[in-house]
């Protein structure tokens, strides 16, 4: 990775959650404040290949920081979301909540690449020659796991990060969902197991001498997760259990043959650190003993790092690979252990500032980088001292422009999210499910901006 989360009526599953948290509840700016710094990183990650480059040969030497920015933010996505989806209980409201804080930015992103490559700023990854396939790859925000490609080329992790969102809401459904210690070790021995036997991008090859065989592809698994979700959502029993169970196990089955990026290991290697942090939330709450979730989250870390040494002995620079590889996993969960232990203090306003526009500076920082590209007399040698100055600069105005998107694009439409599930919630539809004592401090978690998105996830092109 080089590159670049009033009381409705309830259905017939179960009753409702109780209480619901007090509005503006406390904030927690901790989380916020590692989704700020994640996303620096990986801005870095891709920004030191244009500029500071001298400073990134030296660094990764040691540590790859998109890599360690995308395991911090997947580490935060499996703390946070789903305390969201357990604090309000319903399908329904959790995918409500998905769509309106996910999908809109995400499509801005690609209209803007879309505008770049017009007028000659950026380019669309190959998207260009067959834009109805990369559109039905696009509708499930699984490119990666599909035949579309990545665009913004970050966007491959949002691929994982759904996968994420569709087995939750599956467990969930099944009463199931807090066994999180047993994912995670399940998944990290997979990646033990697996990883040297799973294939990369199996469908999209057997698919790609016919661009209808690719749409065909991507246009089923649409009709399989859009479906299953809207089961999910409108359903009631069985009907929204098949529903989310459908919609995860297409999912599932996509990322475990049909991936196309980074590793053959990837999709087990991010969902046990996904698992991980759900299991380190869970223990603060009381749900698993802390002891031994501190047992389980060093299994699962030994064994993703025995999966990478094992299966990454390929790799182009192999033993400075697996440095990265080892130290970007250790210092993901070492800046998390720090993160928790500083949860209780204040953080600074514009430190929790950056974590809440983090999924705008994640999306639109290649697009930044891409216009800099493209403009040759940008490109002169510079001094130490004048690409820090560029550098600065395209930083400041990646800042400025998610600053805008986030309160132009992305408040708004989680607002309207908000009240488009109050309305539904009146009207009794969507599955709820008690989830027991842990619900009050859900609900306590999910009303800090970090449940807003901790998916955008960082890595390479």
């Known amino acids: 990775m080089s590159s670049v989360s009033s009381g409705p009526k309830t259905s017939a599953i179960a009753p409702s959650l109780g209480p619901a948290a007090a509005p503006g509840g406390p904030r927690l700016g901790w989380l916020d404040a590692l989704r700020g710094f994640a996303a620096l990183c990986v801005v870095f990650d891709h920004g030191s290949q244009l500029l500071l480059t001298s400073v990134r040969d030296v660094l990764y030497n040691v540590l790859n920081l998109g890599q360690y920015g995308v395991f911090v933010f997947f580490l935060v996505s499996g703390y946070i979301v789903p305390a969201s989806l357990e604090r309000k209980g319903s ?38 020659h067959h834009p109805l396939t990369a559109m039905a790859s696009w509708l499930v925000m699984m490119p990666d796991m599909l035949t579309g490609p990545n665009v913004p080329n970050v966007t491959w992790t949002l691929s994982y990060e759904m996968l994420f969102y569709l087995l939750l809401a599956a467990l ?7 066994h999180s210690g047993g994912y995670a070790l399940g998944f990290a021995a997979g990646a033990v197991v697996l990883g040297g036997l799973l294939p990369m991008a199996a469908l999209w090859h057997w698919t790609k001498h016919s661009s209808s065989g690719m749409f065909a592809l991507d246009a089923t698994a649409d009709v399989l997760i859009l479906g299953g979700i809207a089961f999910a959502v409108a359903g009631r029993g069985w009907t929204v259990r098949a529903g989310a169970t459908v919609a995860a196990l297409t999912a599932l089955v996509l990322a475990t043959v049909n991936q196309s990026y980074p590793y053959p290991w990837s999709q087990c290697t991010i969902l046990a650190l996904m698992f991980t942090g759900t299991l380190v939330y869970r223990a603060q709450q009381g749900q698993t003993g802390k002891l031994a979730a501190a047992w389980i989250a060093g299994a699962v870390l030994t064994l993703i790092i025995v999966a990478g040494l094992w299966h990454g002995v390929k790799e182009p620079h192999d033993h400075q690979w697996k440095v990265q590889w080892v130290s970007s996993i250790v210092l993901a969960a070492v800046t998390f252990v ?13 430190v929790a500032w950056l974590g809440m526009i983090s999924y705008s500076v994640y999306l639109l920082h290649p697009l930044v980088f891409n216009a800099y590209r493209s403009f040759s007399a940008l490109h002169r040698h510079h001094s130490m001292t004048g690409q820090v100055l560029y550098f600065g600069g395209l930083l400041a105005v990646i800042i400025a422009a998610s600053a805008l998107t986030y309160y132009t694009v992305e408040k708004p439409m989680q607002r309207l999210g908000r009240a488009l599930d109050r309305r539904l919630a009146r009207s009794g539809s969507g599955a709820r499910y008690a989830t027991g004592s842990g619900a009050s401090a859900a609900q306590a978690l999910s009303t800090s901006s970090s449940s807003a998105v901790a998916g955008g996830s960082g890595g390479s092109p």
């Open 91 to 128: 399908v329904r409201s959790f995918w409500t909540s998905r769509a309106f804080r996910l999908y809109p930015m995400y499509a801005l992103a690609i209209v803007l690449a879309a505008i770049g490559y017009a007028t000659r700023h950026g380019d669309l990854a190959g998207a260009e």
């Open 172 to 178: 969930f459904t099944w009463r199931v969902h807090r």
């Open 338 to 350: 720090i993160g928790l232990a500083v949860a209780n203090r204040r953080i600074p306003r514009a």
